[in-house]
């Protein structure tokens, strides 16, 4: 997920219930990788987020140097997930 600098920052809500932790003044957040099982109806029925941050922290360091730095906040379960 690519948030550039002119969107909004607010929490992000995300399938099955998970959300973002974005703060004011960020200008780079790590949420992870998101991993979706589906089923033969193409249906959520498992999320997985992949903490690879070591090395998206790398490529992100190369690409747009030391001057911004990419925040660690990984997508979690929101306490109470919106009803379908």
């Known amino acids: 997920m690519v ?11 995300f399938a099955r ?5 974005a703060q004011a003044g960020d200008k780079a957040v790590y ?4 991993r979706y099982t589906r089923d033969e ?7 997985a987020i992949v ?13 747009f140097g030391t001057k911004i730095a990419l925040r660690k906040a990984l997508l979690r379960r929101r306490s109470s997930p919106t009803p379908r």
Not at 3 to 13: H, I
Not at 41 to 47: G, L, P, Q
Not at 51 to 63: G, L, P, Q, T, V
Request: aromatic share 12%; net charge positive.
């Open 3 to 13: 948030c550039s600098s002119w969107q909004r920052l607010e929490p992000s809500v």
């Open 17 to 21: 219930g998970a959300q973002g932790a």
């Open 31 to 34: 949420i992870g990788t998101v």
């Open 41 to 47: 109806f193409f249906e959520i029925k498992k999320v």
């Open 51 to 63: 903490d690879d941050y070591e090395r998206a922290n790398s490529e992100f360091r190369k690409k």
